[in-house]
């Protein structure tokens, strides 16, 4: 594929510049704790892991669906874009791609496909090595893309790539909240706290979400959260919060083999019930992390724009 130059990306950039512009005040309401854009905030929540395989993908899709199915509006970006999968996982068939709107072939609208109970999936591309390479600006452009959409979501999900590269932390530090995927694996344990270790210390990123996938039991789950809790707390300046486990559950694989998401498939299923309770959870979330200075999805409509009145 012939190399996409950062004028792509600047172009978006001068787009929302310009729209930013015509919006104007109109939209603006006040509040007790200050002068605000009057649609209600997006919480963006980051999923990522480390290590490949763990479960990021089947955390993501089904914990937007199960928000989605609780009568949330749910965006779900998939954000591995080099080697994207969500639209296999649920029988979509993409017409564009991100790759599409980083180059100024379509707008954000154009892209979004929707899943089963309204569940909006932003796909990427698969087998494209430069969308894996993209550089920071393309990143950064492909963020603010979504300030364009005349609709932020009340949920918006990023499933990340494996590992640690600029993409996974450009992503995660975009978030309000940053879930970790891990497994009872030695290199899963390893790999988050690379991971947690890269985005504390370089990222700003402090509080993590530790969703323990594949287990066999709640003490199997609860106790590889101790693991990584504990080696974390010794060595870095971040906090860890249990969200919680989803079983080893067959009937999340017979629903994947049916281009489907468990919850939708199986909603009686133990995996499914687990992610009912994980989007407990999510809904609790309180939108309490400051985004003042950061790169941030719908950055229109985020806590960052607010200013206290006189
Ligand atoms: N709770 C579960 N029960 C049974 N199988 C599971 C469970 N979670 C994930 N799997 C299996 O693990 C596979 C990998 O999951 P998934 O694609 O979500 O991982 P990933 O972390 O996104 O991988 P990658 O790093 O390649 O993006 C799934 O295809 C499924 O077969
Ligand atoms: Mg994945």
Known sequence: MQ??????????MMRQAMSANMAGTENQGVTST??????????????????GGVGKTCVSVNLGMTLSMAGHDVMLLDADLGLANIDVLLGLQPVY????????????????????????????????????????????SLIRAF????QPPDF??????????????QFAAAADEV?????????????????????????????FQVVANMVRS?????????????????????????MGMVPHDEHLRQAIRRQKAVVDASPGARASLAFKNL??????????????????FFAQNTLSDMETPA
């Open 3 to 12: 190399s996409m130059d950062q004028a792509a990306g600047l172009k978006i």
């Open 34 to 51: 200050g002068v605000f854009n009057s649609r209600s905030r997006t919480r963006v929540i980051a999923v990522a892991g480390g290590k």
């Open 97 to 140: 791609n991100v790759s599409h709107l980083l180059e100024g072939k379509c707008q954000l609208e154009d892209l979004i496909l929707k899943a089963p109970h309204g569940l909006k999936i932003v796909p990427a591309t698969s087998g494209t090595r430069r969308m894996a390479q993209l550089s920071s600006v393309e990143h950064a």
């Open 147 to 150: 300030d364009e959409y005349p």
């Open 156 to 169: 918006m999900i990023i499933d990340t790539a494996a590992g640690i590269s600029d993409s996974v932390t």
């Open 179 to 207: 879930i970790v995927v891990v497994c009872d694996e030695p290199a899963s344990l390893t790999d988050a706290y690379a991971l947690i270790k890269v985005l504390s210390r370089e990222c700003d990123v402090q509080r």
């Open 218 to 242: 709640a003490e199997e789950g609860r106790g590889l959260f101790e693991k990584l809790s504990r080696v974390t707390q010794r060595f870095l300046d971040a906090t860890l919060v249990y």
């Open 279 to 296: 989007a407990k959870a999510a809904d609790k979330w309180e939108t309490s992390v400051s985004r003042q200075g950061r790169i941030g």
